[in-house]
């Protein structure tokens, strides 16, 4: 059984709510939104802020 914590988003794109695994995720990665497939980075751990991923936000 697999007991790893899931956390809640909301996409800025579509403004829909998913979840993700808490340990999955990472400061300045790039999430794909499991209902509209926009690109969203993680711009702040914890806590957990994100916002539309642009081309302009490449490393």
Do not use: W
């Amino acid at each position: 059984m697999n007991s790893e914590t899931l956390v809640s988003m909301y996409c800025p794109d579509c403004r829909g709510r998913f979840e993700i695994g808490a340990f999955d995720i990472e400061e300045d990665e790039v999430l794909e939104c499991a209902l509209c497939a926009a690109e969203i980075l993680v711009v702040q751990k914890n806590p957990i802020r994100v916002k539309l991923y642009t081309e302009a936000d490449d490393f």
